[in-house]
């Protein structure tokens, strides 16, 4: 199974601040991965597909970038609404896995 | 509107059976893959098993040979059957539409509201 590792497990930072999550694959992965928002007792929500692909009605605060084995999920200018728990998830075969999740919390 | 309601979760026994079901609205679910996906309290998500628009169907190691995934063209829905539960199946489950398409790949774009399965004695 590929195994996909995010670091930090836990982030804290200020509005308007700058931030990167890394999500790293045990075997490449092309750039088969998503990325998910996650708030408190509501449903993931999909931000970015294809590695670097914004989803539709998500603001362009948000990027992603890289492939085969290193990821990052970019918040140009953090807003309140963006303090949740964020995942990556492979799609590159089955089983399909999710990281273990970045908490991203005020300071 | 695409709109996804997952209903019966609830309480069970170790070793006991339960199944889950997702009513979709807004789209037809023959025509995409579908997903459910699981989170335990407190924990992570956690893939669970995918059933292809053709049919075909996968299941995570930890499911697999106790959980099968269906669905029911004629109502919309899909289902998941779920036997010989283990504490550690205990999760909110949700259902979700892999309704986003790269180079044959599908991500997960819709999803619904969860359902609670809890297994205890």
């Known amino acids: 199974d590929i195994q996909l590792t995010q670091s930090p497990s836990f982030l804290s930072a200020s509005v308007g601040d700058r931030v990167t999550i890394t999500c790293r694959a045990s075997?490449?992965?092309?750039?088969?991965l998503g990325w998910y928002q996650q708030k408190p007792g509501k449903a993931p929500n999909l931000l970015i597909y294809a590695a670097s692909t914004l989803q539709s009605g998500v603001p362009s605060r948000f990027s992603g970038s890289g492939s085969g084995t290193e990821f990052t999920l970019t918040i140009s200018s953090l807003q309140p609404e963006d303090f949740a728990t964020y995942y990556c998830q492979h799609l590159n075969s089955y089983p399909i896995t999710f990281g273990q999740g970045t908490r991203l919390e005020i300071k | 509107e695409v709109q996804l309601v997952e209903s019966g979760g609830g309480l069970v026994q170790p070793g006991g059976s339960l199944r889950l079901s997702c009513a979709a609205s807004?789209?037809?679910?023959?025509?995409?893959?579908m997903s459910w996906v699981r989170q335990a309290p407190g924990k992570g998500l956690e893939w669970v098993s995918i059933i292809h628009s053709a049919g075909a169907t996968y299941h995570a190691g930890s499911v697999q040979g106790r959980f099968t995934i269906s669905r029911d063209n004629s109502k919309n829905t899909v289902s998941l059957q779920m036997n010989s539960l283990r504490a550690e199946d205990t999760a909110v489950y949700y259902c979700?539409?892999?309704?986003?398409?790269?180079?044959?790949?599908?991500?997960?774009?819709?999803w619904g509201q969860g359902t609670l399965v809890t297994v205890s004695s």
């Open positions: 807004g789209f037809t679910v023959s025509s995409n893959f």
């Open positions: 075997q490449g992965i092309s750039s088969y």
């Open positions: 979700a539409r892999a309704g986003v398409t790269v180079a044959g790949k599908y991500y997960f774009d819709y």
